[in-house]
């Protein structure tokens, strides 16, 4: 038999992951060999006879698992990019495997102890951060706990698991009990020809006629904004809201016991409330800072909504005939109206985003800001023989990273994109390991006759996924637990939602948007209405957003004395704040809330509007020095390269000279 290829050093261009020799049945063995070495060293760390210091101890510990990572990162990135059944039932079993190391590395006791015996760090920002850090991870999940209060600490993780889980099931239930089955033509007016086929092979699966509507999100929402018929939205819209709430066995208890267990669990560990605990190793730190940021947005926003909604009901008066905009009116009128005020014909700017111009253009607007070189690399393994990557390197063709990009969707590859590292970076004896960092999409494919032609979405979307990209490739950071991308949640955005501001501006866009057939430049009448679109009623939605923050804020921040109120009495005392629309009796957002609920959002839905809020004070900086200044360049990509070893706080009042300040969110606004 072959030796397994992840067992060994990769003998490939750059050590890249070795696609070309890796057949599935290599990933287990391979997982479980390098969870046993982990297990070696931080056994040997732990029960070492030396006197404990940061670097054989905390330093040590963050080393040990270098090798684990890269085949478990590797495993999981080709398991959403490239998947087959094999693959899914394998990641059945590596998951649980890792999440048990994961558990048995920070529950155990004797490590803790011998943790506890380091007395100080190196007076660097990132071994402070890691100390910091290592010693939080394992307090969080219980060590300084005793055996009774340690007990019920798991006792409660297990229910919350099961409640998570509960609450999933419940409203995947009510999402699917549902369907609207539609049997005559003038039923569908306004939906679009695509969206109706798909309506009706979705009744032919089920061996009827007509055209199935279902509260999936993709059929949901593209009924809400196209349908003419006012009767059918309302009947979709009431069934939607009351998801998670359908039957006797809903998620309203289901809520009470999650967010009593969740303050239960903060309480036990020392905090206040289950955001103090959460948002203690964010860039917000406290719930207070969540509170007022959401507070303050909306005493900001809320005026200009409300004119926003005035202008909205004048257009549905006129050309609807509707007196009181309803929920189920919203999408629909929103549509219309963006439609004719800004005239954007999505696909009118495809000829100008021929995908090989925009990455060309990617790379010169990159070389600019920080002199980076893109050299395509025919040699390096792939995946896919779609899969296109390159030799990142500076001005002085110093190695700097590989990137992989992966753009066109494919049977085997889930929805969106998303960027992820083959290899972060990480300084170890000496040498700078360098990050290998790929991209993925699912962008319009290339015909037989044209390259792919991007829409402005699309290309919006492609710089965010770049703006991680450069997050990763220009680390440079020591410990491989807080390089490139593993920074706090409300931080992490910061870099992609900036990048996409140059997609806006004409001086980049002329680098690369050029007509297909005439090579002219996107119109100044089709970029004024991009910009315009940016912001179109753009208040209504940061008012909406607020009122998740807030919802799930109210859930979250409850404090030992505080009563947990019903689903219904915590919503209205919210929404009356901030509704701009009629309330609609028995509908409610928390009952299929899945983000805070399921996911993993729980205090932390604010982290939308939170880094936006950065992106447009950061973006201001290069607005008024010039988007392709090399200075202020230069003093964000100190930003980048530090990661996650210093305050993000910090480093972001460093690059901005200010605190973060919501108002800024508003200038945008205004600036229509
Ligand atoms: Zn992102």
Redesign the pocket.
């Known amino acids: 038999m072959a030796a397994n290829p992840l067992i060994q050093k990769f003998n490939t261009p750059f050590e890249t992951f070795p696609f070309d020799q890796v057949s599935n049945s290599d990933f287990l063995p391979a997982i479980k060999h390098w969870i046993d070495v982990a297990k070696d060293r931080i056994a040997s760390i732990r029960d070492s006879s030396e006197i404990a210091d940061f670097e054989n101890t905390i330093a040590a510990l963050d080393f040990a698992q270098k090798e684990l990572n890269l085949v478990s990162a590797a495993f999981f990135n080709l398991n959403s990019a490239e998947t087959n059944d094999e693959m899914q039932s394998l990641a059945q079993e590596i998951a649980p495997l890792l999440s048990e190391f994961a558990n048995d590395v920070v529950l155990d006791e004797k490590l803790y102890q011998r943790i506890q015996q380091v007395t100080s760090a190196p007076n660097t920002p990132d071994a402070q951060m890691l100390f910091k850090k290592t010693i939080l991870a394992f307090e969080r999940n219980g060590a300084k706990l005793g055996e009774k209060e340690k007990n019920r600490l798991r006792e409660i993780d297990q229910k919350l698991g099961k409640l998570s889980l509960e609450f999933g099931e419940t409203v995947l239930r009510d999402t699917n009990s549902f369907e609207m089955l539609l049997e005559h033509e003038d039923d569908l007016e306004g939906l679009p020809d695509d969206f109706r086929e798909q309506a009706k092979s979705a009744a032919e699966k089920l061996s009827k006629a007509g055209w199935l509507i279902s509260l999936r999100p993709d059929s949901y929402l593209e009924f809400m904004k196209y349908s003419t018929r006012r009767d059918l939205r309302k009947k979709l819209y009431l069934a939607f809201a009351a998801r998670g709430m359908k039957a006797e066995k809903n998620n309203l208890k289901v809520i009470e016991d999650l967010v009593g267990l969740r303050r239960e669990r903060a309480n036990l560990l020392g905090y206040s409330s289950h955001a103090a605990f959460i948002l203690e190793e964010r860039m917000a730190k406290n719930p207070q800072t969540v509170l007022s940021f959401l507070e303050n947005l909306k005493d900001h926003a809320l005026p200009i909504a409300k004119n926003e909604m005035k202008m909205l009901e004048e257009f549905a008066q006129v050309t609807e005939e509707i007196d009181k905009i309803q929920k189920w009116d919203v999408n629909y009128l929103l549509e219309k109206i963006r439609k004719e005020k800004l005239n954007i014909d999505d696909e009118a700017l495809r000829p100008y985003l021929p995908l090989p111009e925009v990455t060309k253009g990617i790379f010169e607007i990159t070389r600019r800001l920080f002199g980076l070189k893109f050299k395509k690399q025919t040699n390096i393994p792939v995946y896919h023989p779609e899969v296109e990557t390159y030799e990142v390197t500076d001005e002085q063709d110093n190695h700097i990273a590989v990137l992989y990009m992966d753009f066109f969707p494919r049977d085997g590859k889930r929805g969106g994109a998303w960027k992820t590292a083959y290899r972060g970076q990480y300084h170890y004896e000496d040498k700078n390991v360098r990050p290998h960092i790929s991209i993925v999409c699912n962008f319009n494919r290339p015909t037989k006759n044209k390259p792919a032609l991007l829409n402005f979405q699309e290309l919006t979307t492609y710089f965010?996924e770049f703006g991680?990209a450069l997050h990763g490739m220009l680390a440079d950071g020591t410990y491989p637990s807080l390089t490139g991308t593993n920074v706090s949640w409300d931080f992490v955005?910061l870099p992609?939602q900036l990048f996409e501001n140059w997609c806006y501006e004409q001086e980049a866009l002329n680098i690369f948007a050029k007509h297909l057939e005439t090579g002219e430049n996107i119109p100044n009448d089709m970029l004024e209405s991009i910009r315009k679109q940016r912001v179109f009623f753009e208040a209504y939605a940061t008012i909406r957003q607020l009122g998740f923050g807030m919802i799930d804020m109210a859930w979250h921040n409850l404090t030992k004395d505080d009563e947990i109120s019903s689903v219904f009495q915590l919503e209205k005392s919210i929404m009356k704040k901030i509704d701009l629309l009629p309330n609609i009796e028995n509908t409610a957002i928390s009952p299929a809330f899945s983000h805070i609920f399921q996911g993993g959002y729980s205090a932390g839905y604010y982290s939308y509007k939170w880094s936006e809020m950065l992106e447009v004070q950061c973006f201001d900086i290069f607005q008024k020095n010039g988007i392709f200044d090399a200075q202020t360049a230069g003093n964000y990509r100190k930003l980048l390269a530090a990661g996650g070893s210093t305050d993000a706080d910090m480093l972001f009042q460093e690059f901005t000279g200010e605190k973060p300040n919501p108002a800024v969110l508003i200038n945008r606004l205004e600036q229509k």
């Open positions: 965010h991680h955005e992609s």
